[in-house]
C-alpha cells in the first residue's frame, strides 16, 4: 500500500505545468500566467515578469488579434498599465 500511495504522488508531481506565454513589449520582458489564474477583466492575476518577478496586476481589457490575445493589465502595487501579447493556442 506504501508503494502504491509513494508512485500515485510521484505520477502527481510529476506532470506539467502549464502557462501562458507571452510577452511586453514596452518593457522588453516575456510574461507568464500560470495555470490557476482565471483572466477575466476587472479581476486580478499573478504574473511572472522576467525582468521583476512575480507581480499582481488587474485585467482591464482583453482582446484577440489573430494569433494572439491582448491583456492589457493595471499594477496593482505601482497603478501603471501595461499591455501583455500572449500566444493564441
Known amino acids: 500500500m506504501r ?3 509513494a508512485a500515485i504522488i510521484l505520477a502527481v508531481a510529476s506532470l506539467p505545468t502549464f ?3 507571452g510577452y511586453d513589449h514596452q ?3 516575456a510574461v507568464e500566467i500560470e495555470k490557476g489564474n482565471l483572466v477575466r477583466e476587472g479581476r486580478e492575476i499573478e504574473v511572472y515578469d522576467s525582468e521583476a518577478g ?3 496586476f488587474e485585467a ?4 484577440r488579434y489573430g494569433s494572439s490575445v491582448e491583456i492589457e493589465v493595471t499594477d496593482t502595487e505601482s497603478g501603471e498599465t501595461r499591455t501583455f501579447e500572449m500566444e493564441n493556442d
Open 54 to 56: 512575480y507581480r499582481t
Open 3 to 5: 508503494g502504491a500511495a
Open 19 to 21: 502557462a501562458w506565454e
Open 27 to 29: 518593457h522588453g520582458a
Open 60 to 63: 482591464q481589457s482583453i482582446e
